[in-house]
């Protein structure tokens, strides 16, 4: 079972950067795929950002050119740089660890937290 812990969400204004981490334990980190997902209020969940262990990335059409996903595995330890944030990307982040041979959904979660873009 994997453990994820994930930090640095806050109140931004539009225009604004956040960078979340999360920090995985109890398994073999580098062999699984990482991935951010957001829940906004009254929406599904939806992934904005997966990178396997060989650090191929992939992202919604929604963040592309304004997040980046990052992995160290060294330190088992997965970011989410989010720039140019808009009121939209307002939601719960979540961080996700799962084997590359199954669907994100079926994975292991974190607790969330919560990124606000408001001025």
Known sequence: QVQLVESG???VQPGGSLRLSCAASG???SFYVMGWSRQAP???RELVASI???GITNYADSVKGRFTISRDNANDTVYLQMNSLKPEDTAVY???AYP???N???GSWGQGTQVTVSS
């Open 9 to 11: 969400g806050g109140l």
């Open 27 to 29: 398994t073999i980190f």
């Open 42 to 44: 009254g929406k599904q």
């Open 52 to 54: 396997t262990s060989g």
């Open 94 to 96: 979540f961080c996700n």
């Open 100 to 102: 590359p041979y199954i």
């Open 104 to 106: 994100y959904k079926m």
